[in-house]
Every structure is written in structure tokens, then in C-alpha cells.
């Protein structure tokens, strides 16, 4: 039982770090960014969807758009007209797949629509050599958790990868149990009632066929 939790417990870790991969993998690869579908919806909304300064009013517009496994959010407080000019808000930058996992935060006074410090907050920042064409702060690589998304996206790699990597061993062992073999290394069972495999020790199962 404690070695199902164990099995379990590494399943649920592999799916974790396979959910990190994807989402940190489409930062990098994708070529599609969710700025410019964002910028063509504009809304205005009355709430800030993280904790804002308290002196903030609330946003004038925001703006939301989503690629493949990407999405940004963008609530602004005051746009920035010129690249003089200052301009604050929140931003969202989220990635993931099929959920979207992890986040990184921007929020901020910044000039001309580049943030001054350029500092996403829960994101690695990407090195330039990564994504030549672009600054470096269009695509913070995402590190805290959403969720459920996390939980989901964890869970569904978690019962990709447990067929993946158990199928074959159990798959192994059926056929083996069926043909009246040992089913930990395969010595034929069928000739004699055996309690232990004279092979390498296993118990033999009461369910293993002995055929005669
Ligand atoms: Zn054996």
C-alpha cells in the first residue's frame, strides 16, 4: 500500500515538472504572442483582478488576449501616451497547457508602454539570445502557480505518463501470468507445482495458470 502512495507521490512529481516544461517550453517556442489579440478587444472593467496600490482608482480599460497556451491580461490605470509620458497598471502574463499553470506579474508605473524597470515579478527573465527579435520583457518565463490550472494540468500529465511508463511492465506481466510463466523474469512455471519460482524467488501467485 505505502508503495502505491510512493509510486503515486513520483507520478504526481513528474507530471508537475512536465506541466512546468510545456508551459515554460511555449514562452520560448511559440511564435504567436497574446499582445496583439489583446489590444484589439479593449474593455473597461471596475475591479483590479490582483491586490493594486490602495491609492490607484480603478482601471480605465483593460485588455485580454490569448494564444495557444498563452494568455495576457492588461489593466491600465493611466495609458501612457507618449514615451514621456508615465502610465501604470497591471499585467498578467500566464502560460500553460491545457490549462494555463503559471503566472508572472507586472505591476507598475511605466513610460511609453516599456515598463521602467522592466521587472516582472514571478518570472525568471529570459536571456536576449533566446528570443532575438523581441525585448526580453514581452515574455517573462512564468513561476508562480495558478489555480486549479496547475493541479489540472499536473494531474493530466501525471495520467499520460503513468501508462506511458507502467504499461509495458504490466502489460509484461499479464502475459506472462497467462502463459504459466514466472511473471518477474519469465522461467516456465508450467511443468511442476511451484510455490517460489526456482528461478529468481518470487512468490508464485495463486492466479499464474500451471497448464501441466
Ligand atoms: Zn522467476
Known sequence: MSRRIVTLALFLLLGAILNVAVAWGIVLWSNEYPYTPAYEKLGKRADWARLVARDWPPPQFQAFGQTWGLSLQIQVVQPSLSRTSPGA???????????????????GKHFGGTPLNRIWRYSIELPQRA????????????????????????????????PTICGPFALRRLIRRKRGLCVSCGYDLRHADHEVCPECGAVVGPSAEVNG
Open 89 to 107: 497598471g497591471l499585467s498578467l502574463f500566464r502560460s500553460g497547457w491545457p490549462s494555463r499553470a503559471v503566472e508572472a506579474e507586472y505591476q
Open 131 to 162: 528570443r532575438p527579435n523581441e525585448p526580453a520583457c514581452y515574455r517573462p518565463v512564468p513561476c508562480r502557480p495558478i489555480w486549479p490550472g496547475f493541479a489540472i494540468n499536473t494531474i493530466f500529465y501525471a495520467a499520460i505518463l503513468w
